[in-house]
């Protein structure tokens, strides 16, 4: 009996590849689909920063004032 420890350890290493892809798409199902293209499962437990850069007119609409260049409008409206 000495092949104990291979036997444990090869089903404890079965038992982690079956547990790996489905504890994936049991946190994935509660992902939106923004979520789930932009970063995998395995990142969703920790805080993802994302940023979003938007402006209101082109660049043809700037205007100077007080040595800065001002572009003004809302972003909120459709």
Do not use: C
Not at 30 to 59: H, N, P
Request: net charge neutral; charged share 10%.
């Amino acid at each position: 009996m000495p092949h104990h420890w291979a036997t444990h350890l090869s089903v404890i290493a079965l038992v982690i590849l079956w547990l790996l892809p489905t504890f994936g798409l049991l946190i994935s199902s509660f992902r939106t689909v923004d979520q789930l293209s932009a970063s995998g499962w395995w990142k969703s437990m920790f805080k993802i920063e994302q940023t979003i850069t938007l402006r209101t007119a082109s660049a043809e609409a700037q205007y100077q004032q007080d040595g800065l260049f001002i572009i003004s409008g809302n972003l909120f409206i459709a």
